[in-house]
């Protein structure tokens, strides 16, 4: 299958592309940029050939011969969508909406999306559902909502969407992140010996490592098109769903001599638990390979094997924010976030 993946240099893609091009496809990749600079260690065999272009500008020669395209190439996490609202719309939004539109008339058959449980926002009671009325607290979240109406409408005979709503990531990576939740935790574990928590804890979050992402995009690009023809899926496994506070916990049991300490209740009022049970039975092939208690092994072990200092982990190409914040602040892209060179 020929495959273009947009963020091949991001944090899943430079997992994914590799893990692709190992099960025998041909992959072209679309990224940017904007976190080239950031690279934690060499852990990938392959590596695919990759243009860097905003998706803005992908025009219909990019797509020729395509069979399937997976879409990540957005504005990362909930600060960086707050940092620039409107061109948080223009790119994952109306950007997203044009390569659906575009992938469509090229005659590509499959388009995966990267969606997000984080659309769920504030949930009570029983474990959400792909059923579940969405709840999104962000601009990135609510981005991930109209994706998923405007493309689904797209979907017909010849056009075959589907929605991967992941849990919050987690793991090791080339392409690190060390602003999400159980990395920066790690991230803190190793550097200064201490998580110390501004918040009790309380909230839930379910955690899927970007490896069991990785399976899933593969899994759903090779399933039958009627099991993933305009279907969104939970990515995760519901034995997943996790306390921050647990997190925490895992991870300061996991990095030696660690502190941990809790504080009163924080203002993020995001809290929400998950039910994976659609991908587990219907996505062939699929079944998770981690939970937090292996990753923060993992993590341990590579912070170990690269010696990871505190400026590292501190380093801006490591956290979104940072990195789109130096770069607005250099000029080196404009305020419509495009490359100004």
């Given at each position: 299958m020929n495959i273009l993946v947009t963020g091949t240099e991001g944090y899943i893609g430079s997992l994914l592309a590799p893990m692709l091009i190992q099960r025998g496809h041909k992959v072209l990749g679309v990224d940017t940029g904007f976190y080239k600079v950031g690279w934690l260690y060499n852990g990938t065999e392959y590596t695919a050939k990759t243009y860097n272009k905003d998706i803005r500008r992908i025009v219909a020669e990019d797509l020729q011969d395509v069979d399937a395209v997976v879409h990540m190439a957005e504005l990362s996490n909930?600060?960086?969508?707050?940092l620039s609202?409107?061109?948080t719309y223009d790119i994952n939004h109306k950007g997203s909406v044009r390569l659906a539109e575009l992938a469509k008339a090229a005659g590509v058959r499959r388009f995966v999306y990267m969606s997000s449980c984080s659309v769920y926002g504030v949930a009570t009671g029983d474990d959400v559902t792909e059923e579940s009325a969405v709840n999104p607290q962000t601009a990135y979240a609510e981005c991930k909502t109209l994706v998923e109406r405007d493309v689904q409408a797209m979907a017909d005979d010849g056009f075959s969407p589907t929605f991967m709503r992941n849990a919050t990531?987690?793991?090791?990576?080339?392409?690190?992140?060390?602003?999400?939740?159980?990395?920066?935790l790690a991230g803190l574990a190793w550097t200064t010996k201490e998580i110390k928590?501004?918040?009790?804890?309380?909230?839930?979050r379910p955690l899927v490592h970007?490896?069991?992402?990785?399976?899933?995009?593969?899994c759903a690009l090779e399933a039958p098109r009627d099991i993933i023809h305009n279907q969104i899926f939970n990515v995760g496994d519901t034995a997943n769903n996790y306390r921050v506070r647990e997190v925490a916990q895992i991870v300061a049991n996991v990095f030696p001599d660690c502190q941990l300490s809790f504080g009163e209740n924080g203002s993020d009022n995001r809290s929400y638990r998950v039910s994976f049970e659609k991908i587990n039975k219907t996505l062939p092939g699929f079944k998770c390979?981690?939970?937090a208690l292996l990753g923060a092994q993992q993590l341990f072990n590579y912070f170990t094997l690269i010696d990871m200092s505190k400026e590292t982990f501190l380093?801006?190409?490591?956290?979104?924010?940072?990195?789109?914040?130096?770069l607005i602040n250099t000029q080196q892209i404009d305020e419509n976030f495009f490359w100004t060179y």
């Open positions: 909930d600060p960086t969508g707050q609202p409107n061109i990531a987690f793991g090791a990576s080339p392409r690190m992140r060390f602003d999400i939740v159980l990395n920066n928590m501004t918040s009790d804890g309380t909230p839930w970007v490896l069991d992402i990785c399976k899933a995009i593969a390979d981690w939970n380093f801006r190409g490591f956290t979104r924010l940072k990195q789109l914040e130096y």
